[in-house]
């Protein structure tokens, strides 16, 4: 792995620890509240989206249903 994907992967793991704490320190129990980020009022199904996984081989979203994912993206200049 490259300087710059350790660098990416690290910030990211490490705003995904940070949101409990962050959600802690203002006495909210619910994490996106803390955030400021708002949930939809109804739940809905991801889009079913095709992309090529770390392994090269082609997998779908509805794939991965009932199992965690979480999506990272990402662009170069």
Request: charged content about 20%.
């Amino acid at each position: 792995m490259g300087r710059a994907a350790l660098r990416v992967t690290s910030a990211a793991l490490l705003l995904v620890a940070a949101v409990p704490l962050i959600a802690q320190a203002g006495g909210s129990k619910d994490p996106f509240d803390a955030l400021g980020v708002h949930r939809p009022a109804e739940p809905f199904p991801a889009p079913d989206l095709t992309f090529r996984a770390l392994e090269g081989r082609e997998a779908r979203i509805g794939d991965l249903r009932g199992k965690i994912v979480l999506l990272g993206f990402f662009t170069t200049t």
